[in-house]
């Protein structure tokens, strides 16, 4: 029988995954990377904007709409090509390391310079207390956790956040930075020239206007219960905190569901080994991910 291909150091590699199981990537339910299972489908919305990939990318339009939503002036906000380049820009421009570990992996590592920190945090998926302090802040997960845009936090000096998490389309790549214009205008001197899309900045109004924050960090909220108590009810230990995830305790949990096309996120990489990190599914997912568990395992 095929063997599952050793877990990477991030979710989402769930076509790696079925191809080597000999699955279709397309029935597989890959629950290592973490989207909102509430967002409506981004196809339609891309279709209406098709004629936008015969432009040269003009974000200002996009920039605007976005600091709006996240109640910030525009010249306060970077729009980036997904939240991974915004976190690559506020590194190479402020250095600096997590505040504690274990926190996502690619936030820098120095121990000198500003602190960094998730919120909620990742992987405990735990929201930040009022007394809680860091430099710079990722909110990737914040909206689906809180059904806010942003903490809106004025004693920082950067915030990023990942829009493709909250509209569960990781291919259309758009995230952002938020800091004093000073500093966004140096981080536009370190980001590639059309960085972001035609067809991303053209769709973000129609993302934006599409938005329930509050709803969907309600529904979330309790299928992550449903989801624990399924887990549990399995024998399985489970943390769940505020985070669109929950933690469980059993080594070797992603090899056990591959196979019967379940993927979840190995959390070694946190250096938490025996710990998988599974993202909150929709109601059909969660029926698959019983099944899943009921099947026999080695």
């Not at 974000?59 to 090509?81: D, F, H, K, S």
């Not at 020239?193 to 509050?214: E, G, I, N, Q």
């Not at 949990?253 to 710990?275: I, K, Q, W």
Request: charged fraction near 20%; glycine fraction near 10%; aromatic fraction near 4%.
């Amino acid at each position: 029988m095929p063997s599952v291909p050793p877990a990477g150091s991030h979710g989402g590699d769930g076509p790696a995954v079925a191809r080597a199981l000999g699955l279709d990537p397309a029935d597989l339910l890959d629950l290592s990377q973490t989207m909102n299972p509430f967002a409506p489908p981004a196809g339609p919305m891309l279709q209406r904007h098709l004629d936008a990939l015969g432009r040269y990318p003009d974000p200002r339009a996009a920039t605007a709409e976005l600091a709006a939503a996240l109640g910030v002036e525009p010249e306060r906000l970077l729009l980036t090509n997904g939240g991974s380049e915004a976190i690559h820009l506020v590194a190479a421009e402020l250095g600096g390391g997590v505040r504690s570990e274990p926190d996502f992996g690619l936030h820098p590592r120095s121990p000198d310079g500003p602190r960094w920190r998730s919120d909620p945090h990742s992987p405990s998926g735990h929201l930040a207390g009022p007394h809680d302090r860091a430099d710079v802040w990722d909110e990737a997960f914040y909206a689906l956790a809180t059904g806010r845009w942003t903490a809106g936090r004025e004693d920082c000096r950067v915030t990023v956040g990942s829009l493709t998490k909250t509209f569960a389309c990781p291919g259309l790549r758009l995230g952002y930075a938020v800091a004093d214009p000073d500093l966004v205008a140096r981080l536009r001197t370190r980001q590639p020239h059309w960085s972001v899309s035609s067809l991303a900045l053209a769709v973000l109004p129609d993302l934006l206007a599409a938005a329930d924050l509050r709803g969907w960090a309600d529904g979330i909220r309790s299928l992550r219960g449903e989801l624990a108590d399924l887990l549990a009810a399995h024998g399985l230990r489970v943390d769940a905190a505020d985070a669109p995830w929950v933690l469980v305790h059993r080594p070797g949990l992603r090899e056990a569901l591959a196979p019967h096309g379940v993927l979840v996120r190995d959390c070694t990489s946190f250096g938490m080994p025996g710990v998988a990190r599974v993202a909150v599914p929709d109601a059909g997912g969660l029926e698959r991910l019983e099944r899943a568990l009921d099947a026999p395992h080695p």
